[in-house]
């Protein structure tokens, strides 16, 4: 199955999440409105939302139950993207304006919180206590994450666990508790929400693997935003660390990172692209996610063999061959 | 009794609470433990927690299950406070130097976004859905009131019932919760928690009005940072509404805040302050305070006559004084 076929399969259950979006970000004021809907309108994978309703599967699935889980982690998600564009400075995300650059950073600032506060009023409609906790637990941790992500600016001695520990927080996390929301507010026993965890934090570490390897190799066209983005604003990913281990290509690479970071404002980073894709670093970052997947995909080896349970390891196999 | 006799009568409670703070702010990351405690050992007058703490003695006072609703609510308090620093772009604040003055504005956006959502963590540890969803429904509307502040800065043609609504949001509505979940939280009536809700909404109401005079009237010393910083940023206040209104300063007023509007940098405002205060916007502004500290009293009318409700309509009386 493609994953166009599968999105095409839950189009219906997706358009339900789709209209509460839409209707949670609608509020009574005119212009916190146009900036929410303004992000929803760029669009986005609703990946969480995916995996809310898959995991749900496995239990009593409930769609009036599981849209309020999955709203309220896509708009966490959506938030974290709002305040993100002011850190990062990004003018565009999906191929739009990003709220900082269309209104100003306050707007931004503020719209991430208020959509932030709206995901918890969502979720609070659900009166399972252990969802709450486990959502503000992964809460803390996400700016655990975005935080150590500013200290680790451009600070190419980091170690490799330095940045799986970062990505953990910053994205495997809330891919993780997605499964094991979806799992719980459908009432699943505990084993099988942790298996749907381990299943959500392991395919969240190849995503982001991925998504990393993307902005190193992609075309404008398929990011959304200029590619190397990320080294320009000093984040040090997988490939770039492992490219500073291979000793053709590190003793020109350092130097070219160094003057991206004294470069006042917009510097070029051709020559860092090239030489990170000369090194050995593109195909051990690729390796590591293909790891990451077969872990994901043993993490449902337990489950029932429901249709879900293939779809999950169908979207696995897409994450790993990066065609999304 | 004076204010320092109540905190020194409620001395033990609240240590238990700045303990609390302390340890919850005490992260397993470092810098943002710092920013953090940085921020809380700069103090405050800890008012919400103290409102907490009283209306949970209407009910079943139980200071482990109240210090939960307590600690949030001053920490959703202290994560606006570092937002609004940002916002303001504000040095100073309680004397001290602000998170995103000492650090950046990139760091005070992640410590503001860690603070309020470890106040999430420590209450849903409260097992009372009624609680999560107060704190949410307000936490959205206080982002609306943040918005509605930018939108309305230096409109010098908005209503008072403008500048009413906008504080309703930016503070009564805090105030008004604390009461109310103290109360919730303690087991009290539907009636009580909605009358102590009445009492911190219109002590809340005239705690903002005192704020904002205390911006024009008062001293560097007294405020924590420079006089006239309210009307510097663009936010046209009530006193100043009001001295809008007064036809033998209006119309030097309107171009003095023009010009402050068109200055690049740190405008003079001692020629604004100097209009503002011979006109009848203090007085009026003043008077107004103290129709919502009546108010206040009279929600309390109905409720029990224990120690608290002389604790509460003594702190009512402090605010309608400014003595604080």
Known sequence: MRLLDLYAKMKHDLNVIESELEATMTSDHALLSETS??????????IRPVFVLLAGKF??????ELKKVAVALELIHMASLVHDDVIDDADTRRGQLTVKSRWDNRIAMYTGDY????ALLTITDLQVPQVHQVLS???VQMCIGEMEQIRDFFNTRQTVRNYFLRIRRKTALLIAISCQLGAIAAG???TTAQNLYRFGYNVGMAFQIGDDLLDLCGTEKQIGKPPGSDIRQGNITLPVLFALEDPEVADSLLPEIERIRNTEGQAGTVRALELIKQSSGIARAE?????????AVRALEELPTISAKKNLTDIAGFIAKRNY
Request: net charge positive; with cysteine; hydrophobic share 35%.
């Open 37 to 46: 809907l303004h992000l929803l309108k760029a669009g986005g994978k609703r």
């Open 59 to 64: 239990g009593n699935y409930n769609l009036d």
């Open 115 to 118: 959509i932030h506060a709206k």
């Open 137 to 139: 637990k992964a809460m």
């Open 188 to 190: 699943c026993s505990n």
């Open 287 to 295: 390796e590591l996610a293909e790891r990451y997947i077969a872990k």
